[in-house]
């Protein structure tokens, strides 16, 4: 009953939120970046929305007071009007220069996010400042203060709410310090009667933003929580359970994203197949449990052998083993081929009585070409085979490439 009174309660405690669903720093780093990025995505629009906006209201304000604002509203208008174009375009830019972003540099990008909306954020309250000087000085706040602009801006800082729980506190607080320095200062100015309205929307804005960053947050968290379901679920569809390599499905999905770029780039690619010798014998010596065992040893030094990100990996059935490297030339292929046969080798597993050497060895087949419009990946894998078929009846623990046998000596 306790747990299902405080799971009631998440939303408005981010905190407890992260504990009841086993979050930690780094799941909530991750969830505060992805909202950021949301939602900085939209902080473009609302910045060139509210310079336009700017422009337009200062233009405007121009044009009725004869050309004389600043006599007419003051300088400190004038200058909060200024302030708050300078920062909606900054906030522009740096959501343009986090977008454009050539280094992919996810740190860079997430700071950038941040700094953005909080540019805009004190766009807006730069924005408000500049309002409320005027509704003061025009008598609104003592006329008809719910309606007036400085408050309709108030409610939308709770609508644009920076995400990073430091920054939250700091331009919230500079929000509630502001408003209260304006009301004393409109108090003294222009002995308005509305002061007491803004003391209190000043505390109905603080709990007020705090709520939305609360719900803000609790959002991504189970945005988060059913995100990290699908990838579990994708990565048990995708991946071998025992030798933990890509799976067929995954060759599948892989093939249909890299095809077209392979062909764009005339990519030159080296697709090769290897099969543990004498596996049967194997496994009916040394038990399934056993063959098990062996399977994944192997996977596991060829993930260590080639750790480069150019390498596909993948249990294609049984025994057999499946990989695709983008190399440079025919040489380079060759090399790798016969790096990955001695690496198998210098496992120094032990090899079933009647076999043809005490270890366990693989023979491998592949195919080094340079892919065109006319690629077809069932056909080059056809080739494949035929090279391995050849390796594994010429002695086996070679290699063939391009129907040629590798000199291993």
């Not at 310079?51 to 337009?56: K, N």
């Not at 909060?80 to 906030?91: F, H, K, N, P």
């Not at 079933?352 to 894998?381: H, Q, R």
Request: glycine residues 4%; aromatic residues 12%; hydrophobic residues 45%.
């Amino acid at each position: 009953m306790k747990k299902d009174f405080r799971s009631n309660l998440q939303f408005l405690f981010p905190k407890l939120a992260l504990s009841l669903n086993h979050l930690n720093k780094n799941d909530e780093k991750q969830i505060k970046d992805e909202l950021c990025d949301k939602m900085s995505s939209a902080t473009i629009f609302i910045a060139i929305a509210m310079a336009i906006i700017s422009i337009a209201v200062s233009l405007l304000l121009q044009i009725e007071s004869g050309w004389k604002q600043i006599e007419v509203y003051g300088i400190s208008s004038f200058v909060c009007d200024l302030v708050c174009l300078t920062l909606a375009i900054t906030s522009i830019i740096l959501k343009a220069v986090s977008y454009f972003n050539k280094d992919k540099n996810e740190n860079k990008k997430n700071i950038l996010n941040r700094l953005s909306i909080d540019a805009l954020f004190v766009a807006i309250l730069s924005m408000m400042a500049g309002s409320f000087y005027a509704d003061s000085e025009k008598g609104f706040l003592s006329v008809t203060p719910t309606m007036s602009i400085s408050i309709t801006i108030i409610s939308f800082l709770l609508i644009v709410q920076p995400i990073h729980a430091l920054d939250a506190w700091i331009l919230n607080s500079l929000v509630s310090v502001i408003m209260l320095f304006l009301s004393i200062y409109a108090k003294i100015q222009f002995d308005i009667q509305g002061f007491p309205y803004y003391i209190i929307i000043t505390a109905v804005f603080v709990l007020m933003s705090r709520l939305v960053n609360s719900i803000l947050f609790y959002a991504g968290i189970q945005k988060y929580i059913q995100e990290s379901i699908s990838n579990s679920l994708m990565d048990t569809a995708m991946y071998d359970e025992l030798t933990h390599c890509k799976n067929r499905y995954a060759l599948k999905k892989s093939l249909e994203k890299n095809i077209p770029l392979w062909k764009n780039n005339n990519s030159d690619l080296l697709i090769a197949m290897f099969d543990i010798d004498n596996f049967k014998e194997y496994n009916d010596y040394f038990s399934h449990q056993g063959g098990d065992g062996c399977l994944k040893q192997i996977a596991n030094v060829v993930k260590l052998t080639f750790p480069s990100p150019n390498l596909e990996f993948y249990r294609y059935g049984g025994e057999e083993f499946l990989l695709i490297f983008e190399l440079d030339d025919i040489a380079t292929a060759s090399e790798t081929l016969e790096t990955l046969r001695k690496a198998v080798a210098d496992l120094n597993l032990k090899a079933p009585p009647k076999a043809p050497k005490d270890y366990v060895t693989i023979s491998i087949g592949g195919l080094f070409f340079e892919v065109n419009d006319e690629f077809d990946f069932n056909k080059s894998l056809s080739e494949v085979d035929a090279n391995l078929y050849k390796a594994k009846s010429s002695g086996k623990d070679i290699c063939f490439l391009n129907d040629k046998l590798i000199d291993n000596q």
